[in-house]
């Protein structure tokens, strides 16, 4: 990967990556976005929509429900054909990418995809808007229905799923779209597409397309930092865990004397760092307690699937490392890569001290947030015990007041500033 400032990444990849991660809160269910933007993209079709505007129905669908952190909204999303408070999670997936161009244009229709027929047409909306946020709310409401099948009778159901859908027209979808289903409902073809195994290649190799647009590295940093948002939500004692790792994270890498370009790397790197914590069950999150041994192995599985997610965007695969590593030791007593030393990169070193490091600090389910002096001597313990670096412990050590004071964001923050601006507080209930 060139590491200087000129790294880029394709905006497809990234909005996949964002539909893998936001999937992950529906634990047994990981791929609800991709058979959205799929549903829309037939329908669209049978539409006579244009391509371009079919490349649009699909990246809208992958990235509708990137206001949703925890299984239980996912839960009560599925669970309800029209659940009360669904608006919480498209107000929050509306600030998230309305302030930031290259996904702007997704934002409207995302704050009105579970807005009924009769009410959008009240709005004032483009048109074009209009269609496509209901169009998005019926791939969203078809793929609810036929889930639970897609392994086992879709094709014996499959007109029962559309009357289900029909018996909805006027009051929630526009009829013309729901004739346009009727007809893809009619192939088998389109049902079997669904099931996990085609849907994720299909997805794929929408990937290959690309998008033809490249996210220079100060775009990738403000992405990373709404996704650190979505992750962060996931459990009321992980708020702004993320961004005040990265914070801390690029202090150390600059007083360690890393570039510029590499401390901000870095600091993207430990944005993300959490990324897989998605697919944790809230419950395991927040218990108030020592995690049992079934509870801990699920808990060790995160670190993998940040590795997963971040490393099939091509030119992440570095920091995809430094990212998955955090939980890494330098003696190889981490998990759940076990690198060798030698493979335990100084990026990743420095994430892994930072993690540690605001996690005490922070306030958690079964004990509030520590003193620096008690920071001090537990991760002093751990570089005896070898699992962080010795240096980099010691640079903490001698900037003990500024790493605390970062850790627990009470000095000026621009990432903080930005989130805080760019989701009002209260669509953060």
């Not at 925890?70 to 997936?93: M, P, R, Y």
């Not at 018996?167 to 079997?192: G, R």
């Amino acid at each position: 990967m060139n590491m200087g400032r000129s790294l880029t990444i394709d905006l497809r990849q990234m909005i996949l990556a964002i539909e893998t991660a936001v999937s992950l809160v529906g634990i047994n269910d990981t791929n609800h976005g991709k058979r959205v933007g799929y549903i829309a993209i037939q329908i669209g079709r049978e539409l006579g929509l244009s391509d371009s505007d079919l490349q649009y129905v699909f990246d809208l669908g992958l990235l509708h429900d990137c206001g949703v952190s925890s299984e239980q909204t996912h839960k009560n999303l599925v669970n309800h054909f029209d659940w009360q408070d669904a608006h919480i999670h498209c107000d929050i997936g509306y600030h998230l990418l309305q302030g930031f161009a290259p996904l702007a244009k997704f934002a409207v229709p995302i704050l009105y995809h579970h807005t009924p027929w009769p009410q959008l047409q009240h709005q004032s909306l483009s048109d074009y808007d209009k269609r496509m946020a209901n169009l998005i709310f019926l791939a969203d409401r078809i793929d609810v229905f036929a889930a639970t099948h897609y392994h086992r009778d879709i094709l014996l159901v499959k007109h029962k799923i559309y009357k289900m859908i029909a018996a909805y027209t006027e009051e929630y979808f526009d009829p013309e779209l729901v004739a346009a289903f009727e007809q893809v409902a009619q192939c088998e073809s389109f049902w079997i597409s669904l099931e996990d195994r085609h849907i994720t290649r299909y997805s794929w190799n929408m990937g290959l397309l690309g998008s033809q647009q490249l996210l220079a590295l100060s775009q990738i940093k403000q992405l990373s930092l709404i996704i650190s948002y979505i992750v962060d939500q996931k459990s009321p004692f992980t708020a702004q865990h993320s961004v005040k790792v990265a914070e801390l994270a690029k202090f150390l890498a600059r007083q360690y004397g890393l570039s510029a370009a590499q401390c901000e790397k870095i600091e993207i790197a430990a944005l993300l760092h959490d990324v897989g914590k998605l697919h944790i069950p809230d419950h395991i999150l927040d218990k108030p307690g020592p995690l049992n041994r079934i509870e801990r192995s699920v808990m060790n599985r995160h670190s993998y699937e940040t590795y997963e997610i971040l490393r099939q965007i091509d030119g992440l695969q570095e920091i995809a490392r430094w990212a998955a590593y955090h939980h890494e030791s330098v003696n190889s007593a981490g998990y759940p890569f076990h690198p060798s030393e030698q493979d335990f990169s100084i990026e990743a070193r420095i994430i892994a001290v930072a993690d540690v490091f605001q996690a005490l600090v922070q306030d958690r389910p079964y004990r509030i947030g520590m003193a620096p002096d008690e920071v001090l001597n537990i991760i002093t313990a751990y570089v005896e015990q070898g699992k962080l670096d010795s240096g980099l412990v010691a640079l903490v050590q001698q900037q003990l007041d500024e790493c605390y004071q970062i850790a627990k964001g009470s000095l000026a923050s621009h990432n903080l500033a930005y989130l805080a601006q760019l989701i009002p507080e209260t669509s953060c209930a």
